[in-house]
């Protein structure tokens, strides 16, 4: 339908997802049109380097979001995808990478069980692992440090927060 996700955010205050769509009907065509301005935050200058970075998320529209936000501030990026935890040990166990965002409640294996794995795999005792969550209860953030994790994200993902967690975690 020539139309293309997209996001405003603003830390602490929340996030609009919008598109704009051209339906047809029996009379006319309708146009849906959202009047909101998406302003990135300043792109981090990379220039040569193209860090890798694994997102561990079982939804697609989380997925999307993070992977659109990393590659619009880090166009060099190497991003692979595991839907669960499984698939993020699985490919951990294949390729080092320089930074996990680690979704916490998934299928199969979750964030606590993978982190866990991930940390006795050789070259994996300091890649930054980030907990992305929508738990936002007591000693959540707590749970995901004890099991491994170096920071957390609460959802919804707000680009800042991403961009501000990369800056902090990924040096080269």
Request: charged share 30%; proline share 3%; glycine share 4%.
């Amino acid at each position: 339908m020539n139309s293309k996700l997209e996001l405003k955010s603003e830390l602490n205050k929340g996030s609009t997802f919008y598109f704009d769509v051209q339906f047809k009907t029996e009379d006319s065509e309708i146009d849906i049109e959202n009047s909101d301005v998406f302003l990135p935050v300043e792109n981090i200058n990379y220039d040569t380097k193209e860090p890798v970075i694994i997102i561990v998320e079982d939804n697609k529209i989380n997925m999307l979001l993070a992977k659109t936000i990393i590659k619009k501030n880090i166009p060099k990026a190497i991003i692979h995808e595991c839907n669960n935890g499984i698939e993020a040990v699985e490919l951990s166990k294949k390729m080092l990478s320089n930074l996990i965002f680690m979704d916490v409640q998934m299928p199969l294996m979750n964030g606590y069980e993978a982190t866990k794995e991930i940390r006795k795999l050789k070259g994996y005792k300091k890649t930054p692992i980030i907990a992305l969550t929508a738990g936002t209860i007591v000693g959540e953030k707590e749970k995901c440090i004890e099991a491994g994790m170096d920071d957390y994200i609460t959802k919804p993902i707000v680009q800042e927060t991403i961009i501000n967690t990369i800056h902090k975690w990924l040096k080269f």
